[in-house]
């Protein structure tokens, strides 16, 4: 080695590392072959998803190349719902503020999607840049995971409007997408996670008896306290596929789809007049 020049130096530490590289991957390969189908999956799962946080999104445009990084698209998704976002309060017994949930708007009239249990312990209220509104509930079945209300002003002087979020699909998803949620005790907090469970049922068809399986329940990796309850499920695109549905009680948690919301936002236009809403 000592006889050698710093440029030969280099260059045989190059060649050693390619060798070592092509070793590696022969071996990799090997293995890959002989491991079972689940671990073999779960390893192209880890790359995948490697791959994709390192890895910008890039958009050609005439004339110039956009580069988009993921990072970009949660505050994107963010900007785009959180000021649709609202979190409630209920007055308890002794006259204090307790925090009961979170709902999202879904119409400039001020219809609110939020989880079912959160109509449960009284009045729901919440403020909007300074101006404090009542929940009107319009819609609570007990076959549901979801209910439908109107946000009223306590004392108004003008007709408000609100902001709206975008109601997406639950069509496409897929497991190990980025979920952002947008909840908490103020209803601003965000949190992120992975799109871990997506838990279908299968529906037989009388007449022909084929099968089909169905999205139920969306299942997101982070945890969340009661407070969150009924908080936007967001993809990076910015739409909301589901809504979160938590029982602190026995401990479960599960994302009701939006398609639930969506059916139940046109019941009520039908039942309540429109001038109503």
Request: charged share 20%.
């Amino acid at each position: 080695m000592e006889h050698l020049t710093k440029a030969q130096i280099v260059l045989l530490t190059l060649f050693v590392s390619f060798v070592s590289s092509m070793a590696t991957g022969i071996v990799v390969v090997t293995l890959m072959e002989q491991a079972s189908a689940p671990v073999s999956q779960t390893i192209t799962n880890v790359v995948e998803r490697t791959i994709e946080k390192i890895t910008p999104t890039i958009i050609e445009k005439p004339g110039k190349q956009v580069i988009i990084k993921d990072e970009d698209l949660v505050v994107s998704a963010i900007d785009r719902n959180i000021k649709s976002v609202v979190a409630f309060r209920i007055a308890s017994e002794g006259g204090d503020s307790l925090v009961s949930g979170v709902g999202t708007i879904v119409s400039p009239e001020g219809l609110v999607v939020t989880d079912r249990g959160n109509f449960g312990a009284g009045a729901l209220t919440t403020t909007i840049d300074g101006v404090q509104y009542v929940l009107e509930v319009l819609s609570n079945e007990k076959g549901n995971t979801l209910g439908i209300g109107k946000l009223t002003p306590v004392s108004a002087t003008s007709t408000p409007k609100f902001a709206t979020a975008t109601l997406g699909s639950s069509v496409n998803l897929r497991l190990g997408q980025t979920a952002v949620v947008i909840g908490g005790r103020d209803g601003k907090t965000i949190t992120t996670g992975l799109i871990n469970n997506l838990e279908t049922k299968t529906i037989v068809d009388e007449a022909t008896k084929a099968e089909t399986k169905v999205l139920e329940n969306i299942g997101v990796s982070s945890r969340f306290a009661g407070s969150s309850n009924g908080a936007p499920i967001i993809t990076l695109s910015g739409d909301i596929v589901g809504f979160l549905s938590i029982d602190e009680i026995i401990g479960t948690q599960k994302g009701a789809l939006v398609t639930e919301a969506k059916r139940l936002i046109e019941e009520v236009s039908k039942i309540v007049p429109a001038k109503k809403l």
